[in-house]
């Protein structure tokens, strides 16, 4: 039987490899780095970040997303506490605060997220959720583009 850190860390690979969930984190990302930026509520669990985009297609994809976040440097946990939400009844999740690091970021992407996030939305890096340029067509619907941080990735065209 597998453990319940294997089960998470193939939860949060399988969460992030999935395209399909691209637009939700694009969304979710930008709610996390808008609680940080406005510093409100401090320290915050994923479900303020579900109280404004909604929930995911799929349900990992919010512990993967604020686990990537962390990976980051942009929070760090504080403590664990017990979810509000009735299907998650009795269970615990983190809470999180932003790291400096996570405040420059809010300053440096919200200000230009919707001007540099394609209308319609483009092929994303999967690293950072960025939109990618210097497309270039790739077989099965991939494309491989540049993001400003990761360099060259392969996304799933939208
Ligand atoms: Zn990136």
Redesign the pocket.
């Known amino acids: 039987m597998a453990t319940g850190r294997e089960l998470k860390e193939e939860g949060i690979g399988r969460a992030l490899d999935n395209p399909v969930s691209a637009p939700w984190r694009v969304l979710a990302q930008d709610a996390l780095l808008t609680i940080i930026k406005d510093g409100s509520p401090i320290p915050f669990t994923s479900e303020d970040i579900t109280a404004r985009v909604g929930q995911p297609p799929h349900p990992n994809q919010v512990g993967a997303l604020m686990n990537a976040c962390a990976q980051r440097g942009w929070i760090r946990r504080v403590e664990m506490t017990t979810a509000d939400r009735a299907i998650r009844h009795a269970s615990l999740i983190s809470r999180w605060t932003p790291t400096s690091l996570g405040r420059t970021e809010a300053e440096r992407y919200l200000p230009l997220a919707s001007v540099i996030r394609p209308i319609g939305g483009g092929p994303i890096?999967p690293?950072?959720?960025?939109p990618l340029v210097d497309l270039v067509p790739l077989l099965g619907g991939y494309v491989m583009g540049k993001?400003?941080?990761?360099g060259k990735?392969e996304a799933r065209t939208p």
């Open positions: 890096c690293e950072c959720t960025r993001c400003i941080d990761h990735q």
